[in-house]
């Protein structure tokens, strides 16, 4: 699956945003989906996920009850809402895609578990 995401810029701290990613091809309810991001001169990091099926939510404790990622299989996307922004927050975002994935949280916030990436979209969050 080919994934284009889309939703990132410059905001301020407190402020909200939201990315969405959408994925091109066939059987994409079936695709557990992540977000993954990576600040500037560290490693790529986990954010969160939507497991395909029964459609749990896991999140980093970093942006546990800020952040809020859902899915519209009928549209081939999935969103991530960004609330309360921190310059903590300022990476690049990544969606990512891998079919039939559940199991544990350490199986679903791996990053060698997706198979397909986006290309990435900047978040910028200013103090």
């Known amino acids: 699956v080919q994934l284009q995401a889309s939703g990132g810029g410059l905001v301020q701290a407190g402020d909200s945003l939201r990315l969405s990613c959408t994925a091109s091809?066939?059987?994409?309810?079936?695709?557990?989906m992540g977000w993954f991001r990576q600040p500037p001169g560290k490693e790529r990091e986990f954010v969160a996920a939507?497991?395909?099926?029964?459609?749990?939510?896991i999140y980093s404790d970093s942006v546990n009850g800020r952040y809020t990622i859902s899915r519209d299989n009928a549209k081939n996307t999935v969103s991530l809402q960004m609330n309360h922004l921190e310059p903590e927050d300022t990476a690049v975002y990544y969606c990512?895609?891998?079919?039939?994935?559940?199991?544990?949280?350490?199986?679903?916030?791996?990053?060698?578990?997706?198979?397909?990436w986006g290309q990435g979209t900047q978040v910028t969050v200013s103090s």
């Open positions: 091809g066939r059987a994409f309810s079936t695709y557990t």
């Open positions: 939507i497991v395909w099926s029964p459609g749990d939510t």
């Open positions: 990512a895609a891998a079919r039939w994935l559940r199991g544990s949280r350490t199986t679903v916030v791996s990053d060698t578990a997706y198979g397909d």
